[in-house]
């Protein structure tokens, strides 16, 4: 059975749920959790019909198999009845993370596999640290997030015939249609990440601004319902007077776009208003500033904060949150001809504040500070933006932790509750006054950075920080280290990874 989109080459298993309670003679391949012993001398523990396990256990060569974390063994004891055994390691180590990364290396490696189905014997992955409801959560999750490629280039992999078979997943005694909701509400938010990982992994000679925006239009317009869209060209942008998009616009070509989506559900459960907004910079070669050749090759994904932004709208308005939420996206790219904007320029934002600009290649901030202003005069309760902001944050948290910075500790409290809750890595930074004091410009209102080699990360903040209005509760995410490179992930392809699109949801549906 194939199911791919009609355009992107990919692979899209479907999942489904049967009530079965014991493994038996069938044409699927049986998948069984298999938990080491606690002396790390005996055979496994294995959750299944005592004389299958007796059975199991006579051949001789399945001695070897210990059940270490990831440890694989296919045993075929007739042409029809394959089982697969997947290693947890210890049962009272085994955590959501982990056993989320096992099995979505099981899923790579099974992907393109001529197989009909691979039936998931969930019993066989419970413990005291994972119910039925967190196996299935789990194992929905990862199954689109492990099959995911970005291949549409490969002239080879579009003439291969693209191979997919169908994921069972079996429950013993929950109730069906709740488990095929929990299952539904997990592979929205999969494929809003795989959705997300399409637009940072494009090509940047396709996807500039008014590609983006078109893209993003036409996904909301086939997939989401109650969603308002408001797409700003460059007339309208000049009467917004969005000036600092302007300035990082002018050494284009290409137009830029700003895009609002405005949710409002049928029946809001709450009086509350959560804005997302992203950094859009759909290619980044510093502007005069200009990057070195190294720092320049990847800067296709300096716009991972939009579709980061727009991933986690996409599956909480899929999944039917009960929230209003708006979702502001400010799409350019950042390059250089002779009307480019130079460093000791005087721009006036869109706030009418003065700035400053003393290096081009900070030119995230500039656009997010317009985007600001905008967004807070929609007067939501809360703003959280995510960009790609600094290489500062990289050197600080490196490539596998989200840096965090925010004016209100109660929203810090509940982003990092949230992270925690699906398993994704947050810290958060300091903002204090003598960082403010560093911003000040002689000669303007603020600079767009501070002093060279001191809080990179805190600056670009900072910066963002000096246009929210009205006192709201406000909070910055620099993906920067995490929106792509995360191939210690088995659940993570090459490019980008998504990340914090989960967190963002978790946020949402506890706000």
């Known amino acids: 059975m194939k199911r791919q989109s009609k355009n992107d080459h990919k692979i899209h298993s479907e999942i489904l749920i049967e009530q079965i309670s014991h493994i038996s003679e069938s044409k699927t391949l049986w998948i069984v959790g298999a938990f080491a012993s606690k002396d790390d001398k005996s055979g496994p523990t294995l959750k299944i019909d005592k004389n299958l396990k007796k059975q199991i256990e006579e051949f001789s060569w399945f001695q070897s198999f210990k059940g270490t974390m990831g440890q694989q063994v296919v045993m075929t004891l007739n042409p029809k009845f394959n089982i697969l055994f997947l290693g947890l390691g210890k049962e009272d180590e085994i955590t959501s993370e982990k056993l ?37 959560s789990i194992a929905s999750e990862c199954i689109p997030l492990a099959e995911y490629d970005f291949l549409k280039y490969k002239t080879s992999h579009k003439k291969e015939e693209k191979k997919s078979f169908d994921f069972i997943i079996t429950y013993k005694s929950a109730n069906k249609s709740k488990l095929q909701e929990l299952i539904s509400q997990k592979v929205n938010v999969a494929r809003s990440m795989n959705f997300a990982r399409d637009l940072v992994n494009e090509c940047p000679m396709v996807l500039h601004a008014t590609e983006m925006a078109k893209r993003i239009a036409d996904d909301v317009k086939a997939n989401l319902k109650n969603v308002k869209v408001t797409i700003l060209d460059k007339k309208a942008i000049e009467k917004e007077k969005m000036n600092l998009l302007l300035a990082v616009n002018a050494g284009s070509t290409e ?20 804005a997302l907004v992203g950094k859009g910079v759909t290619y980044d070669t510093g502007g005069y500033s200009l990057k070195p050749a190294t720092g320049m090759a990847g800067m296709k994904g300096d716009m991972a904060g939009a579709a980061t932004v727009y991933g986690a709208f996409r599956a909480a308005i899929l999944n039917g949150i009960e929230t209003e939420l708006s979702c502001v996206m400010v799409l350019t790219d950042n390059k250089v001809n002779g009307s480019g904007v130079v460093p000791d320029a005087i721009i006036t934002a869109r706030s009418g504040k003065t700035v400053e600009i003393l290096n081009t290649d900070a030119e995230g901030r500039l656009i997010l500070a317009d985007a600001m202003d905008y967004t807070c005069d ?36 509940k982003l990092k509750a949230s992270a925690l809750n699906v398993d994704e890595y947050l810290w958060q930074l300091p903002i204090v006054q003598e960082y403010r004091d560093d911003m000040k410009s002689k000669i303007a209102d603020i600079k767009n950075i501070g002093s060279p080699g001191r809080n990179g990360s805190a600056s670009g903040a900072l910066f963002i920080e000096a246009f929210v209005k009205n006192n709201i509760p ?16 088995p659940y993570c392809s090459h490019g980008a990874s998504a990340l914090m699109v989960r967190t963002l949801v978790d946020f949402m549906n506890h706000y």
């Open 100 to 136: 989320r990364r096992t099995f979505a290396g099981l899923v790579k490696g099974l992907k393109g596999k001529d197989l009909t189905t691979a039936t998931l014997f969930t019993e066989s992955f419970l413990s005291k640290n994972i119910s039925e409801n967190e196996f299935i």
């Open 378 to 413: 929609l007067k939501p309760d809360v703003i959280v933006d995510a960009a790609t902001l600094t290489g500062a944050m990289i050197v600080s948290l490196g490539v596998h932790v989200c840096g965090l910075f925010s004016n209100n500790d109660e929203l810090v409290a």
């Open 255 to 274: 137009e830029p776009r700003f895009i609002h989506l405005h949710y409002r559900p049928t029946k809001p459960k709450n009086k509350k208003h959560i």
């Open 474 to 489: 406000w909070a910055h995410l620099d993906i920067a280290g995490v929106a792509d490179s995360q191939t210690h992930l």
